[in-house]
């Protein structure tokens, strides 16, 4: 009985199943985007074809067909396709795998293609147990990740594995996608709802497919045509992709910096938003405006970091989110100030002359002048600047270093050679 409810329910799955799975495209023609990695003449589409897949790990963000790919791979090179996601598999579980496609193998010479989705989850002692059928040939493994595996996936597997990241669709893409996932639900949709459709979707294919088949129908129960309310509300807000420990973190902050530093307030702007709105610590965020303060600004503008400074100690005392307008105020004068790294350049020179030669002693008129130090001799001989206008051209460096110019200035905003 049980198997006569499961073979109706299978025959009924493409009329409940949601859209997004109705439209899996069942072949490398029908997959769209990612031509980075799958152009006609580029090494994976090329192995697909002639049957030469070897073990890959897809690095990507959900949506960028990750999970479609992978059974693709399988249905052109007639693989055996195993699935396990990392999140509930056990090494139990990927032993059972394993012996199944050495069994595979050996009867009929049938290749396995496991798909670990998330594979990021998976511990070490778990990664470890896919090493010998991945090493020996047993199993094509095909990981699936939406974190950079370099931080996830032990070295051990990476070396056996060929890295393919997966970028998010692009709006062009995405519209084709729309289009498609239309026409199966037999409905029209205007090019500038499409382009809606595809601008709130955020590189994601899947929720393309989820946005079109829900505005469709929130539509059609109200008995009106589509229109931009029905595609807002169906989108709602794009959940956004960050997680404070890996990937994202370095690359959002990274391009802040950058942005900052190249004199773009908008850009600087865009990138605290996105830090903000994930979540990211803007202690963290406040912490590294003081340091490009004096790094790339330092005495082009000696009121930026005093500007970066106060942002942090507004964080402290503010919070979020009011403390937002503190940090968007600092990053646009971070922006917009002159820039030198002047002073990043004289501390690392002055840091490279002490690691490697040593730290000097101070020539003896500029040791300390105390009655224990005068005993010595300490402080004969020092001229007092404010006296005797000759102390300004005495060069204080240690004798060894005399002569040497750590600090030159860049001319730009009031960081002058005066």
Do not use: C, W
Not at 160 to 166: D, T, W
Not at 198 to 204: H, P, Q, S, V
């Amino acid at each position: 009985m049980s198997d006569l409810f499961s073979d109706a329910a299978e025959q009924r799955l493409p009329d409940v199943a949601p859209l997004a799975l109705r439209m899996r495209p069942q072949s490398l023609d029908e997959f769209v985007g990612q031509e980075h990695v799958l152009g006609e003449s580029s090494a994976l589409r090329l192995a697909i074809a002639e049957d030469r897949v070897r073990s890959a790990i897809f690095y990507g963000p959900p949506g960028s067909g990750k999970t479609t790919l992978a059974r693709i791979i399988a249905r052109t090179t007639g693989a055996e396709f195993e699935e396990l996601s990392a999140v509930s598999a056990t090494v139990g579980q990927v032993r059972e795998v394993l012996a199944r496609a050495r069994d595979r193998l050996g009867a009929n010479a049938q290749r396995t293609i496991l798909f670990l989705d998330e594979i990021h989850r998976f511990n070490k002692a778990q990664q470890d147990a896919l090493l010998p059928g991945v090493e020996e040939g047993v199993i094509t493994l095909i990981g699936a990740t939406t974190e950079n595996p370099y931080f996830e996936v032990n070295s051990a597997l990476l070396s056996r594995a060929q890295v393919y990241e997966l970028l998010p669709l692009s709006v062009e893409e995405l519209e084709t996608v729309a289009r498609r996932g239309a026409a199966e639900l037999e409905a029209e949709i205007p090019d500038d709802l499409l382009q809606l459709i595809a601008a709130r979707a955020g590189g994601d294919a899947r929720s393309v497919h989820n946005i079109v088949e829900l505005a469709l129908q929130t539509a059609q129960a109200t008995g009106e045509p589509l229109s931009e309310a029905h595609v807002d509300d169906a989108a709602r807000k794009r959940p956004l992709l960050y997680d404070k420990t890996a990937d994202a973190h370095y690359d959002f902050i990274s391009a802040f910096i950058k942005s900052m530093r190249g004199s773009d307030p908008d850009a600087s702007v865009y990138y605290l938003a996105a830090m903000l709105e994930s979540g990211e610590d803007a202690r963290f965020i406040a912490r590294r405006m003081i340091v490009l303060a004096s790094e790339d600004i330092g005495n082009a503008d000696p009121r930026a970091l005093q500007v970066a400074v106060a942002a942090a100690q507004a964080v402290e005392h503010v919070g979020l989110p009011e403390a937002r307008l503190n940090l968007a105020q600092a990053a646009i004068y971070l922006a917009r100030a002159p820039k030198s790294n002047a002073s990043y350049d004289a501390i690392t020179r002055a840091t490279k002359d002490v690691q490697e030669r040593g730290n000097f002693r101070p020539p003896k008129a500029l040791r300390d002048g105390s009655y224990y130090g005068r005993k010595l001799g300490h402080g004969e001989g020092y001229i007092y600047p404010h006296s005797d206008p000759a102390g300004f051209e005495v060069d204080y460096l240690p004798d060894e270093l005399k002569g040497t110019t750590y600090y030159e200035p860049s001319g730009n905003g009031e960081e002058t050679a005066d």
